[in-house]
């Protein structure tokens, strides 16, 4: 039971590239998020999504795109990264089967450390 | 909007002494309390989850407890250990649940000396 799984573990983008985030989890867990970290932050929501189709929008969605074809895969695609994207991303999962999808703990990735030059 | 603020950021004590992290937030209508550990370069690890009607958690020597309607919840270490060098968040979810309603700390930075 691997948990949830991050690729690449390091990246390093000139700005305007474009690149995916891999994130997935292999606990079949509804519910899965992106959260960004920078230093002296709490952590950030990006996006999340509440199963297979559907995503939604976080805190700070601006720059990056999502999908969920699966229940198992949640990339992350920045398109034309920034300066401003520089952060280290983390995917988490949890699972939950009542009104609320925190009534179970979250698990993480270990991060993907992005910076963008 | 909800806020949740660690004191201390950072703290140093003496391997073997028990130490009180603390956790405050500012909207009393949360759903439940998760404080998770980071270690450096690493993901958070869920260590303690209370939902709102509970008063306390207890795992090993952790002891997390909350007081919903002071808007504050702290995180007892028993007899620390140098392991237990990392940092420590706390995130409240909102009533109602959501998915976009949780909501994390800085976190305080806490190193136990051998």
């Known amino acids: 039971n691997a948990g949830v799984t991050q690729t690449p573990k390091f990246r390093i983008l000139k700005i305007g590239q474009s690149m995916t985030l891999q994130c997935t989890q292999d606990m079949n867990h509804n519910y899965m998020y992106w959260y960004r970290q920078d230093p002296g932050m709490g952590l950030k929501l990006i996006y999340y999504?509440?199963?297979?189709?559907?995503?939604d929008k976080g805190e700070v969605p601006n720059g990056y795109n999502v999908s969920r074809s699966t229940t198992e895969d949640f990339p992350l695609r920045l398109e034309l990264a920034a300066p401003s994207q520089t952060s280290v991303y983390f995917c988490a999962s949890s699972y939950s089967a009542g009104r609320s999808s925190y009534n179970s703990p979250l698990h993480f990735g270990n991060g993907t450390r992005l910076t963008v030059t | 909007k909800q806020e949740v603020t660690q004191i201390p950021a950072a703290l140093s004590v003496p391997e073997g002494e028990n130490l009180v992290l603390n956790c405050s937030f500012t909207?009393?209508?949360?759903?439940?309390l998760q404080w998770f550990r980071q270690d450096p370069g690493k993901g958070l690890t869920s260590l303690l989850l209370i939902q709102s009607s509970q008063r306390e958690q207890t795992s090993g020597r952790l002891n997390a407890s909350l007081d919903k309607s002071s808007g504050r919840s702290t995180l007892y270490i028993a007899a620390s250990q140098p392991g237990d060098s990392a940092t420590y968040l706390c995130a409240v979810s909102r009533s109602g649940g959501g998915a976009d309603g949780l909501t994390f700390g800085k976190g305080t930075h806490l190193i136990i000396q051998p």
């Open positions: 999504s509440v199963g297979a189709g559907i995503t």
């Open positions: 909207d009393s209508a949360i759903y439940n």
